[in-house]
């Protein structure tokens, strides 16, 4: 089991940066594959980043390239999603989750769909007002 923890989400203008923080308990995630998405009221769930489980790839969705940098750092257990220039569309509530089910597709790969995803934080709110 791996218990995965949101933090740093609230409130801010649109122009300003956030960091959002999972940090993970039980197994060690360190081998798994990450990745952070977003649900806005009344719309999917939808993909926002994905980090291989070596760090060597990363994905985004292309609403938030450029902006959005995904990132872990293993002696914490946690990963980062760095939120900069930020939008009022960039309002939802993030969730992160892990894939460990997705070990055999390879170091490098980025699992994008949320049916790849085994575990799944709570989430935390990000508000981004005009």
């Known amino acids: 089991q791996v218990q995965l923890v949101e933090s740093g989400g609230g409130l801010v203008q649109a122009g300003d940066s956030l960091r959002l923080s999972c940090a993970a308990s039980?197994?060690?995630?360190?081998?798994?594959?990450m990745g952070w998405f977003r649900q806005a009221p009344s719309k999917e769930r939808e993909i926002v980043a994905a980090?291989?489980?070596?760090?060597?790839?990363?994905y985004y969705a292309d609403s938030v390239k450029g902006r959005f940098t995904i990132s872990r750092d293993n002696a914490k257990n946690t990963v980062y999603l760095q939120m900069d220039s930020l939008k009022p569309e960039d309002t939802a509530v993030y969730y992160c989750?892990?894939?460990?089910?997705?070990?055999?597709?390879?170091?490098?790969?980025?699992?994008?769909?949320?049916?790849?995803?085994?575990?799944w934080g709570q989430g935390t709110q990000v508000t981004v007002s005009s």
């Open positions: 039980g197994r060690t995630f360190r081998p798994y594959a």
């Open positions: 989750a892990a894939a460990p089910s997705t070990y055999r597709a390879g170091a490098s790969y980025t699992p994008k769909g949320a049916a790849e995803y085994d575990y």
């Open positions: 980090l291989s489980r070596s760090d060597s790839n990363t």
